[in-house]
């Protein structure tokens, strides 16, 4: 089985080929890091128009890469959500133009699913059921994986996401936006005090799984605020105690972040071995998860009860379209793809997207335990 994948949920365009026993035979990723550092963040319009200008040629180079021609694909998968509709399109229209060309079945890919399962290509011995803290741009998720397919959400946000927090934090210090905040965030917090500031934990009252992260943005805003870091000044033209008190608040931020997942994962591992008691893997994956401090800080709390931490490498853990063709792949192997399209779809074609996305059921059990 050979699988291109496509993946546009966000602002990065990127497409793989993966073999069937998990080799990758091509990874490209154009990233939308100019048009980022101008806007600020992600403005959906310019997203969109990023894909598309880019999105023939990413596909053109993972087959090139692979040395493989679209006649020798499988299938092709795609993230179909959750993520930005307008965005989402593009990807999509790409695969089933592909695929309605070369007569391919497609793959409908879940992005956070993909996160997750990517561990699997990475871990040979990682087998259903385990957990999974998913950590990035716009989620915060930790579910039990029961099967393919079948996910229960043990904890998600009740606002922002961790990754939203390290990007503001990244974005109100000065720092360079030419990449996205938490690398740059995660650099610079080595040169700091991470007890210097005290920020608190947030939730910490709560008995349940979910997760928190608006409060602590505000912590760091105000903290930034009262020590009159002037975000336009670059931290690279700044002066030694100037970098010094902004090393030390990306420390702080960092450290109470994290503890904030530690203990949520602490509690959430008890959860889910009430539910599955055969579990013996804690994937973490997700953009968050190629910070160092964040894999140091989890193996620890994971090695505690007795389970395995898998980290993806950091290059599958952000977005990328390995993961999206080996989520294609798992589904295919199992009979779950759709035929192919037609060979022309009109421009205003309704394809099947979904912006919003749950992956799996809410745990109801949760909300009495959490008393
Ligand atoms: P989602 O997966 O929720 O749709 P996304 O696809 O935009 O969001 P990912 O590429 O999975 O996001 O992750 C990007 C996020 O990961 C950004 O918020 C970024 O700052 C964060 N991130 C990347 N590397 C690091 C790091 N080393 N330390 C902390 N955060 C990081
Ligand atoms: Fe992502």
């Given at each position: 089985?050979?699988?291109?994948g496509?993946?546009?949920s966000c602002?990065d365009?990127?497409?793989?080929?993966?073999?069937?026993?998990?080799?990758?035979l091509?990874?490209?990723?154009?990233?939308?890091?100019?048009?980022?550092?101008?806007?600020?963040?992600?403005?959906?319009?310019q997203?969109?128009?990023?894909?598309?200008?880019?999105i023939d040629?990413?596909?053109?180079?993972?087959?090139?890469?692979?040395?493989?021609?679209?006649?020798?694909l499988?299938?092709?998968?795609v993230?179909?959500?959750?993520?930005?509709?307008?965005?989402l399109r593009?990807?999509?229209?790409k695969?089933r133009r592909?695929?309605?060309?070369?007569?391919?079945?497609?793959?409908?890919?879940?992005?956070?699913?993909?996160?997750?399962?990517?561990?699997?290509?990475?871990e040979?011995e990682?087998?259903?059921?385990?957990?999974?803290?998913?950590?990035?741009g716009?989620?915060?998720?930790?579910?039990?994986?029961?099967?393919?397919?079948q996910?229960?959400?043990?904890?998600t946000?009740v606002?922002?996401?961790?990754?939203e927090?390290?990007?503001?934090?990244?974005?109100w210090?000065?720092?360079?936006?030419?990449?996205?905040?938490?690398?740059?965030?995660?650099e610079?917090?080595?040169?700091?005090?991470?007890?210097s500031?005290?920020?608190?934990?947030?939730?910490k009252?709560?008995?349940d799984?979910?997760f928190s992260?608006a409060?602590?943005?505000?912590?760091?805003r105000?903290?930034?605020?009262?020590?009159?870091?002037?975000?336009?000044?670059?931290?690279?033209?700044?002066?030694?105690a100037?970098?010094r008190?902004?090393?030390d608040?990306?420390?702080?931020?960092?450290?109470?972040a994290?503890?904030?997942?530690?203990?949520?994962?602490?509690r959430?591992?008890?959860?889910?071995?009430k539910?599955?008691?055969?579990?013996?893997?804690?994937?973490?994956?997700?953009?968050?998860a190629?910070?160092?401090?964040v894999?140091?800080?989890?193996?620890?709390?994971?090695?505690?009860?007795?389970?395995?931490?898998?980290?993806?490498p950091?290059?599958?853990?952000?977005?990328?379209?390995?993961?999206?063709?080996?989520?294609?792949?798992?589904?295919?192997?199992?009979?779950?793809?759709?035929?192919?399209?037609?060979?022309?779809?009109?421009?205003?074609f309704?394809?099947?997207?979904?912006p919003?996305?749950p992956?799996?059921?809410?745990?109801?059990?949760g909300?009495?335990?959490?008393?």
């Amino acid at each position: 089985l050979v699988v291109l994948g496509i993946e546009t949920s966000c602002d990065d365009t990127a497409a793989a080929v993966v073999r069937g026993n998990g080799e990758i035979l091509s990874q490209v990723i154009s990233s939308q890091a100019e048009l980022l550092a101008q806007y600020g963040g992600v403005a959906p319009k310019q997203a969109e128009e990023a894909h598309s200008r880019v999105i023939d040629k990413v596909v053109q180079d993972a087959l090139d890469r692979a040395n493989v021609t679209e006649k020798d694909l499988s299938a092709v998968a795609v993230t179909i959500g959750p993520g930005l509709g307008l965005c989402l399109r593009v990807g999509v229209q790409k695969a089933r133009r592909v695929a309605g060309a070369f007569n391919l079945p497609i793959v409908g890919v879940h992005h956070m699913e993909a996160h997750a399962l990517v561990a699997r290509l990475v871990e040979h011995e990682l087998s259903f059921p385990f957990m999974a803290l998913l950590i990035s741009g716009g989620h915060n998720i930790i579910v039990l994986a029961h099967k393919l397919g079948q996910y229960t959400q043990l904890g998600t946000t009740v606002d922002d996401a961790i990754g939203e927090a390290f990007d503001k934090t990244a974005k109100w210090l000065g720092l360079d936006m030419r990449r996205s905040g938490g690398p740059a965030v995660e650099e610079l917090a080595l040169e700091g005090d991470s007890k210097s500031v005290m920020f608190n934990v947030p939730m910490k009252n709560h008995k349940d799984c979910n997760f928190s992260y608006a409060g602590l943005k505000t912590q760091v805003r105000l903290a930034i605020a009262a020590r009159e870091i002037d975000a336009k000044c670059p931290v690279s033209s700044a002066t030694k105690a100037d970098r010094r008190n902004r090393a030390d608040i990306a420390a702080s931020f960092q450290r109470v972040a994290v503890l904030h997942l530690e203990e949520k994962c602490e509690r959430a591992i008890d959860w889910a071995l009430k539910l599955e008691p055969s579990i013996k893997h804690m994937v973490v994956s997700g953009g968050v998860a190629s910070n160092q401090y964040v894999r140091f800080r989890l193996n620890n709390i994971v090695e505690n009860k007795n389970l395995k931490l898998v980290c993806p490498p950091p290059s599958l853990c952000t977005d990328n379209g390995v993961m999206v063709a080996w989520t294609g792949l798992e589904h295919f192997r199992v009979g779950r793809f759709d035929p192919p399209p037609p060979a022309m779809e009109p421009d205003d074609f309704m394809y099947d997207i979904r912006p919003r996305w749950p992956l799996g059921e809410e745990y109801a059990q949760g909300r009495s335990e959490a008393r």
